[in-house]
Each structure stands twice: as structure tokens, then as C-alpha cells.
């Protein structure tokens, strides 16, 4: 069993940056793969971005490649989304989610977060 919980939502302006966290506690946080998943208001789930166990390999929806930067640190058990050059279309509720493959589809996470709602305004 993983829990997950994200953290760093918020109201920002913009062109402005967050950085939203994701803590795990549980089992051997470090042998799965993390992604980030976005819900906007009346919209799907969408996938963000996702990272390798190692951190050594990270993949990027189109809509934030060069904006949003994964990383995540084992030692901490914690994952990070770094969203720069935010914009309104990014408004959604974030979500961190947990996987044993490589995947950027929901269907192939294990674990879930609850979730941390970012709105940007314009």
C-alpha cells in the first residue's frame, strides 16, 4: 500500500510559477513510477507528466512540455511538479498518482492522491 498526498496548490496570476509536492508513505516508494494527472472543472483527467524509479527518465504531455519540470527525491519519498509560465488553461485539480509501468495512462496507476486544486487567473 502507497498513500499519497500533494501539497503547494493555490491561486496564482498568470505567467506565474508553483511548485506542487507529492508525499508517500508506505511501501518502497522508490520502485515505482510517479506521474502527475490534471482535472479541470467539466473536463477529463488528463495526464502532465510522468518519472522513471531513478528519476532518469521524465515525459511531458505536449501542453506543459518546456513549462512543467517532474522531479522526485527517494530519500524523501516526495515528488515534485515545478509549473512555470502558468496559464488560466492550467487551472485544474492536480493529482499525483503511483504505478508499477512506465505509463501515462490513469488506468495503469495503483495509487492515487486526493488531489491539490491550482487556479490561475488572468
Known amino acids: 500500500q502507497v498513500q499519497l498526498e500533494e501539497s503547494g496548490g493555490g491561486l496564482v496570476q498568470a505567467g506565474g510559477s508553483l511548485r506542487l509536492s507529492c508525499a508517500a508513505s508506505?511501501?518502497?516508494?522508490?520502485?515505482?513510477?510517479m506521474d502527475w494527472f490534471r482535472q479541470a472543472p467539466g473536463k477529463e483527467r488528463d495526464f502532465v507528466a510522468l518519472?522513471?524509479?531513478?528519476?532518469?527518465?521524465?515525459r511531458y504531455a505536449d501542453s506543459v512540455k518546456g513549462r512543467f519540470t517532474i522531479s522526485r527525491d527517494n530519500a524523501k519519498n516526495t515528488i515534485y511538479l515545478q509549473m512555470n509560465s502558468l496559464k488560466p488553461e492550467d487551472t485544474a485539480v492536480y493529482y499525483c498518482?503511483?504505478?508499477?509501468?512506465?505509463?501515462?495512462?490513469?488506468?495503469?496507476?495503483?495509487?492515487w492522491g486526493k488531489g491539490t486544486l491550482v487556479t490561475v487567473s488572468s
Open positions: 498518482a503511483a504505478g508499477r509501468l512506465l505509463s501515462n495512462r490513469g488506468e495503469a496507476m495503483n495509487y
Open positions: 508506505g511501501q518502497a516508494f522508490s520502485s515505482y513510477v
Open positions: 518519472i522513471s524509479r531513478n528519476g532518469l527518465i521524465t
